[in-house]
């Protein structure tokens, strides 16, 4: 599914409208019904229906509150109040500005509300008895809009949120920032928001996703057509998106003529003395993420120590001055060892050193194989940036995936990490760009980005998984999916969304989030 901007849902509407020939007040129409049947659902979720109490004596109708605008938003929220108002809802209209302030189909609907005799009142700071209403019905303000709600909308939301009755957001909550997530004071926190046509980013990305609740995606008769006209290069990673764009279903189907060399060989480079589970879960997560076969290179002085721990991976011992340490090996035999395997995860646990960015770079230029970049070898590539030593490390032979989490994608982009957080899709593309690698911006709702300029914003995982390890497990699957011949965009959206459920199916079997830890995730794969 597409993900859309305030800017690429409005070409998309003006094609509809301009070059298809829908009529805007059709598009209205629908939007307006969409909403009344969600409404509906939630009024039946709460055990009263209008269509349960009508004619009985002593029951009375569900009544609703519509908070209207002066846009196409208000316009959409007019129609929702009428249709509710068929359905045997008590609707009440308050306007947000005044009421000759509507142009447009808004200005219809406005005046069709009058002519069927809707009660409506122009809107003045405690002039609402809240008690009297079920719910609300949020039509202030639209994609459009940008900044804080100036009054007396700010106090009319204000008054909304603090009434402790559901609302029900059209597009958007207003407040949100359609394109980035970012939530004004005040916002609407929402309980549902109907999403019309299409999901826009600021749904999805935090902290709108919270004020959102829960997103319905509803269509009001855009076609297909339409909607590809815009060539919109974000979309939705969910378990549908996966199977319609690449045909992927998991778990992952597996030949039954096959054998270990079918799917693929990872090497893991990962762990150090101290912090040598980074790299037990990496390599653990590898193979349950179904490759083949698994090697691990650590300094050879802590071959002993880790021999048996994980029996199914082969343990690699590099060169270390009997140091026990990776500053006491080269980059360059790390890089010969990866010679033959088809993916090469780097990064968790290794620590740092003096001289570690040459090291890396050394891996970078010696690999051919596609490479993973996490942790520890993020923060290195990050050092050669800002000294402008990276300049100079040239584009590799295979691909490249980093997966970041917001404070290493704040050292690799030279910002702050609140910089990275306000705009993370907007982030993880301008570096993918950049540089030419696939971008992993970990975090709730994680983004995938491709330097071609696709993005994915994925909809699996709980907090729960904001634990040490975590990202260990996703680097390992992520190599075992590029060792099994997934190209790097499939590889990171795949292990980025089966990472998430699988966090999703281990928080389930605790008693509580804060109890999940990185080992169940991989046993949950």
Known sequence: MYLVTAAEMRKIDRCAIDAIGIPAIALMENAGRAVADEVERLQAGAGKTAQAHAGIPGVRQPRWLVLAGKGNNGGDGLVCARHLADRGFEVRIVYAVPRDSLTGEAALQRDIASRIGLPQEEYSPGSIDWTRWDGVVDALLGTGTAGAPREPMASLIREANGSGRPIVAIDVPSGIDSDTGETAEPCIRACVTVALALPKVGLLAYPGADAAGEVVVRPIGIPEAAMKSEKVR???????????????????????????????????????????????????????????????????????SLTGHLPEAMLVGVADGGLGEWRGTSGKEVAANASGKQAVVVGPGLGRWAGDALWLRELWSGVAAPLVLDADALNMAA???????????????????????????????????????????????????????????????????????????????????ATGGSGDVLAGMIGSLLAQGFAAEKAAAIGVYWHGAAGDLAAANRSSLGSLVAGDIVEAL
Request: glycine content about 14%; some cysteine; aromatic content about 6%.
């Open 383 to 465: 050092e050669a940036v800002s000294s402008g030593e990276f300049a100079s490390w040239g584009p590799r032979q295979g691909e490249t995936i980093v997966t970041p989490h917001p404070g290493e994608m704040a050292r690799l982009c030279g910002v702050s990490v609140p910089e990275i957080e306000r705009d993370r899709l907007g982030a993880a593309r301008r570096l993918a760009e950049r540089y030419g690698v696939h971008v992993v911006l970990k975090g709730a709702r994680t983004v995938v980005a491709s330097p071609r300029g696709d993005a994915w914003v994925n909809t699996t995982g709980n907090a729960g998984m």
């Open 234 to 304: 974000t979309f939705v990673l969910d378990k549908a998106s996966l199977a319609v764009r690449w045909g992927i279903a998991l778990p992952l189907a597996r030949k039954a003529n096959s054998h270990k060399g079918t799917y693929g060989h990872t090497f893991v480079v990962a762990g150090s003395r101290g912090m040598s589970g980074a790299g037990l879960l990496c390599a653990k997560a590898a193979l349950r993420a179904g490759c083949g076969l698994v090697s691990r290179a650590v300094p050879s002085a802590l071959v002993g």
